[in-house]
């Protein structure tokens, strides 16, 4: 090929280049908030669903910065039901978010997995309700899957992925309990916008 058209051909992959970059970064605009607005309310629906009876939930925050809510009965915030954080586990080919409410007792209300990348018909069977809904009513003392002599039973094929689930939530509650009060006893009286 001829040096001119050497650079004629550069010069249109730099062109076509520029124009893609500037329509992706367009686009990204238009559907960025649209995407962190799902996400927000698909965050809200598994903050609800893993603690159903709990009419307000207030936003706080640990010394290190860990978000977690806490779960009230009633709209006045006076009768506090537990709380709900997120738990991160690395899968077999990604990290699964994990939304675990837990009572005052300590005991699990509910689990959600969120989000998880897992093999397909293995690993995605995560998000099914049979292995979500034997997590409620345990404590962190009983989070083990059943292959390593726990109560949590594991997916067929995908025990990496039913570990990661069962693990995170272990660490997410643990490392929430060295935050709050012993549970079982009621804490200070919290203003709604102050975070602890």
Known sequence: MKPDGILKLGGTLFIVTIVAAVALGKI???????????????????????????AVFIRRETKNGKEYY??????????????VTTAYGSGFSSTVRTIVGMDKTGRIRGVKVVYQQETPGLGTHSQDDWFQKQFIGLTTNELLVDKDGGKVKAITGATITSRAVTNSIKRSLNELFSYLPPLGTERDS???????
Not at 70 to 83: H, M, Q
Not at 190 to 196: A, C, F, S, V, Y
């Open 28 to 54: 990204n605009s238009i559907t960025r908030p649209k995407i962190e607005e799902q996400e927000r309310l698909e965050k809200q629906q598994a903050i609800r669903s893993v603690m159903p009876d709990a």
């Open 190 to 196: 919290l203003n709604e916008g102050e975070n602890r």
């Open 70 to 83: 806490e779960a009230y009965k009633n709209p006045d915030t006076t009768v506090s039901l537990g709380y």
